[in-house]
């Protein structure tokens, strides 16, 4: 029984949430966007796949506001910044050092762009399992009250990464 647990684990984490091919991408790193629920413009510094969807992180005068795909309109301008460029992309299966029990191959479920920095959301710790009525477990944390959500998730830097 263990060994059918480790291959569960194990095919999670190689295989993508989003089934075969990756979905399009609404907009690029670093691209200046106009959010017409905020009226205010910013610029991508980050994504990540939540809830069979891509969510952008956009990053604004003095925060950084979460925004799907549909509350977003591209400029196709990129930002001018300073910044590393991606080691991994999106979707890349990864080895991940974290340690001698876990699986090491991993896909690469998000990519934050912090103070010219990259990092990369890394699945850490497997899924729940549950039954087909109960909702589907979600990688990104929410501050709800009602639900108690723990990212799954951890965000690392290359250093932690060495391609498959």
Not at 45 to 62: D, H, R, T
Request: net charge neutral; glycine share 8%.
């Amino acid at each position: 029984m263990n060994n059918i647990v480790n291959s569960l684990e194990t095919c999670w984490y190689i295989s993508s949430p989003w089934g075969k091919d990756i979905p399009p991408m609404v907009i690029c790193l670093l691209e200046r966007v106009y959010l017409p629920k905020l009226n205010a413009y910013g610029y991508c510094c980050g994504v990540e796949w939540v809830n069979n969807g891509w969510y952008y992180s956009i990053a604004l005068q003095n925060e950084i506001v979460l925004a799907s795909g549909i509350e977003i309109i591209p400029t196709g301008q990129l930002q001018s910044v300073a910044a590393e460029k991606p080691v991994f992309m999106v979707g890349e299966l990864v080895n991940f050092r974290f340690g001698d029990h876990a699986a090491k191959i991993r896909t690469v479920l998000g990519l934050q762009m912090i103070n010219g920095s990259c990092f990369y959301g890394i699945e850490w710790r497997s899924p729940a399992l549950q039954q087909p009525n109960e909702p589907t477990i979600c990688i990104f944390p929410k501050s709800s009250a009602k639900h108690k959500f723990v990212s799954r998730l951890a965000w690392i830097t290359d250093f932690d990464l060495t391609g498959v």
